[in-house]
Antibody, heavy 120, light 109 residues
Framework: QVQLVQYGAEVKKPGASVKVSCKTS????????LHWVRQAPGQGLEWMGW????????KYAQKFQGWVTMTRDTSVSTAFMELSSLRSDDPAVYYC?????????????WGQGTLVTVST | SSELTQDPAVSVALGQTVRITCRGDSLRGNYASWYQQKPGQAPVIVMYGKNNRPSGIPARFSGSTSGTTASLTITGAAAEDEADYYCKVRDSTTFPGVVFGGGTRLTVL
């Protein structure tokens, strides 16, 4: 079955970078866009951007431009989201989600999320 | 504007009907998708398109859109429906990027 697997947690210092992975299985990795969504503690969902695993093309929300980089490794069916210069308001759970139809309407499968903590 | 506005919290008595709304200019001519999120879990899609329920979503969930307001209605709310609900709409400037509403906490009394 379709699975998106993310590691549980990362602890980083302010100013550092974090690279979150999303390992997929159960479907053709290059056939479906992947989106990244974050959720700060007690807050709502925030869309960060998408990657086309086939071409590697990306698009980021304006807020994250210049600050986030989304990549993929097709050999291991894994997408990555790297956030640089972590700040005190960056702690959140970061999710990857598969776009079933490639049109932003139907996110059918989600990773379990990676909790990123920013602490000195 | 791509912003979507939701009421922060709504409550409903067990077995009664509740409507969760989502407002925004970007809903004009577009349908919202709706996601349910329970504590400690990833979101799950419960409604998309004009009024489409994914497989496994109970028939008590329905959706509608009028102008710039989308609604998710639960007819006969069950205890397990208590969760956060988020609307989502496509953003033409980042297609297939999206915008999420702020979320509504549904309490079933």
């Amino acid at each position: 079955q379709v699975q998106l697997v993310q590691y549980g947690a990362e602890v980083k210092k302010p100013g550092a970078s974090v690279k979150v992975s999303c390992k997929t299985s159960g479907y053709p990795f290059t056939g479906y866009y992947l989106h990244w969504v974050r959720q700060a503690p007690g807050q709502g969902l925030e869309w960060m951007g998408w990657i086309n695993p086939d071409s590697g093309a990306t698009k980021y929300a304006q807020k994250f431009q210049g600050w986030v980089t989304m990549t993929r490794d097709t050999s291991v069916s894994t997408a990555f989201m790297e956030l640089s210069s972590l700040r005190s308001d960056d702690p959140a759970v970061y999710y990857c989600a598969r776009d079933l139809r490639g049109d932003g309407i139907y996110f059918d499968s989600w990773g379990q999320g990676t909790l990123v903590t920013v602490s000195t | 504007s791509s912003e979507l506005t939701q009421d922060p919290a709504v409550s409903v008595a067990l077995g009664q009907t509740v409507r969760i709304t989502c407002r925004g200019d970007s809903l004009r001519g577009n349908y919202a998708s709706w996601y349910q999120q329970k504590p400690g879990q990833a979101p799950v899609i419960v409604m998309y398109g004009k009024n489409n329920r994914p497989s496994g979503i109970p028939a008590r969930f329905s959706g509608s859109t009028s102008g710039t307001t989308a609604s998710l209605t639960i007819t006969g709310a069950a205890a397990e429906d208590e969760a956060d609900y988020y609307c989502k709409v496509r953003d033409s400037t980042t297609f297939p990027g999206v915008v999420f509403g702020g979320g509504t906490r549904l309490t079933v009394l």
